[in-house]
């Protein structure tokens, strides 16, 4: 399969999705937004993978290629490829499809768990992951359920932790992907994010159990693993 991601920064990347991908023989390619790179064409990917990054969906006057990008989301949700949104991303096709996104209650920097939605219409995507698991956060914005999707799980710092489109588009807020050099470099990048909170751990809570990075990746696997496998 030909995945394509969007970066929007250097120091986020598809940090534990890269070596899953070339395990499983996936072909990658890259648009870096920051250093304006150009779009490909559609039919040259069959997933889009939309990376994380410190600023806001709203902010195109000084990002103005996320107009762009917003644009090129849209078709490759309209042309049916698989789509998968990380925090920054998620809130990007939250947006094209119509919701709105703001400013949560509080940050969440740090590990914290998400929940399952147990009620109401259900994604197979997320029926082999645990109803509640740990994993890691790292964003002050949050996104409106867009109309049509499937709200698939919430976390106690923040209502919408993940949707699903129909049956290929996925937002997660949270980030499986994440490594413990993905985290130091959000922490030398992002320090001020860093301010007080009820979900902003300190760096050395952050950083002090590499086994979470290893039950992390794991959670990514299947979850990756069932968009893999989804519309043939």
């Given at each position: 399969?030909?995945?394509?991601?969007?970066?929007?920064?250097?120091?986020?990347?598809?940090?534990?999705?890269?070596?899953?991908a070339i395990s499983r023989n996936h072909r990658l390619s890259v648009t870096r937004l920051h250093s304006d790179e150009s779009l490909p064409r559609m039919d040259l990917f069959d997933w889009l993978i939309i990376l994380g990054g410190p600023m806001n969906v709203y902010e195109e006057d000084r990002y103005p290629w996320l107009a762009d990008e917003k644009r090129f989301i849209e078709k490759a949700v309209r042309q049916e490829k698989r789509v998968l949104g990380i925090c920054l991303g998620a809130q990007l096709i939250a947006d094209v499809l119509g919701a709105r996104v703001k400013r949560n209650r509080d940050k969440e920097i740090?590990?914290?768990p998400v929940l399952q939605i147990e009620t109401g219409p259900r994604s197979n995507l997320f029926e082999y992951l645990p109803g509640t698991f740990l994993t890691f956060h790292w964003h002050g914005d949050t996104f409106d359920l867009p109309a049509g999707a499937i709200l698939?799980?919430?976390?106690?710092?923040?209502?919408h932790q993940a949707f699903v489109y129909g049956d290929r588009v996925v937002g997660l807020q949270f980030h499986l992907e994440t490594t413990r050099e993905g985290v130091e470099k959000l922490l030398r990048n992002c320090s001020a994010d860093m301010t007080e909170g009820k979900f902003v751990q300190k760096p050395d809570v952050m950083l002090e159990d590499n086994q979470r990075f290893n039950d992390l990746h794991r959670l990514m696997e299947i979850f990756l693993g069932q968009m893999e496998r989804i519309g043939g």
């Open positions: 399969m030909r995945i394509h991601y969007l970066q929007h920064v250097d120091f986020e990347d598809l940090a534990a999705i890269e070596p899953w740090g590990w914290f698939a799980a919430r976390s106690e710092g923040c209502d």
